[in-house]
């Protein structure tokens, strides 16, 4: 059996390619596949950040293999529903920075994928969006609520209600994506961006991370109290002691040799 994902270590990053062609289409065991695979990666503490992508130059994905829903079973799309919301769950609490590398068509779930990452980079040649609606079907995997996070009700209808594609640079200008990139480029430059993530503290990108994806939800006096409270907890651990030595010193920090357990 040809294996759908495929996770290669580069150092202190690791690379998840997307690997059914021709359009790298989600299946219950490929999503299985990613969620086992992004929680190695979260166990595997050498690990700092993930980049995530697609097989060729086409496709990052076309989504769902549509022969999933064919027959209209609805126990058979619930346990498609719920193999993507523990796979793209499994992306979402990764612990360290997952960017996603969109190397062509990023549709539906695909995009549901990118979405699920901390930063999208696209090549310029890549054609967003969430036609769900066209096979009378909604998105299913968070993308109603990420895409409309990121880029507004008004641009969430238009891609959802309108069922309409936009490009890289129209996704620049959105805010769907955080940078336009030439052809082939993606994942070199999302690669670039992860390795960025080895300078900074494990402990603090985890609670600035779930600072962060709590702000829309807090009120500016409750946030200040949550940021208060993290950042008086990280003083004195072993991680801060040695950022603040190592900058001293002029030296990169050693995270990796620092335990707090």
């Known amino acids: 059996m040809t294996q ?58 076309a989504g769902a293999d549509l022969a999933l829903f064919g027959d209209g079973a609805a126990a058979q799309a619930g346990k498609v529903a719920d193999a993507f919301a523990l796979a793209f769950d499994a992306v979402r609490h990764y612990p360290g920075v997952t960017v996603a590398a969109v190397n062509g068509f990023a549709l539906g ?29 909604i998105p299913c995997a968070g993308g109603t609520k990420a895409l409309t996070d990121r880029v507004g009700v008004p641009w969430a209808k238009r891609l959802i209600l309108g069922g309409e594609f936009v490009t890289a640079d129209k996704a620049l200008a959105i805010g769907l994506v955080e940078e336009v990139v030439e052809s082939g480029l993606a994942k070199i430059v999302a690669l670039s961006l992860a390795a960025r993530v080895r300078e900074q503290s494990p402990q603090a990108i985890h609670a600035a991370r779930r600072l962060i994806e709590a702000s829309p939800a807090q009120t500016l006096a409750a946030q200040l109290a949550a940021e208060k409270a993290a950042f008086l907890a990280l003083i004195g651990s072993a991680e801060q002691l040695e950022g603040v030595r190592a900058f001293n010193e002029k030296r990169e920090p050693g995270w990796a040799e620092q335990d707090d357990d």
């Open 109 to 137: 779930g695909g995009l549901e994928c990118a979405l699920a990452c901390d930063y999208i980079v696209a090549e310029r040649g890549a054609s967003l969006g969430l036609p769900e609606a066209r096979v009378g079907l």
């Open 4 to 61: 759908k994902i495929i996770v290669e270590r580069l150092g202190q990053s690791a690379i998840v390619t997307i690997n059914n062609p021709p359009a790298n289409v989600w299946t219950i065991e490929s999503l299985q596949e990613l969620a086992r695979a992004m929680d190695a990666l979260a166990a595997d503490t050498a690990i700092r950040a993930v980049v995530l992508t697609g097989a060729g130059e086409r496709y990052f994905s």
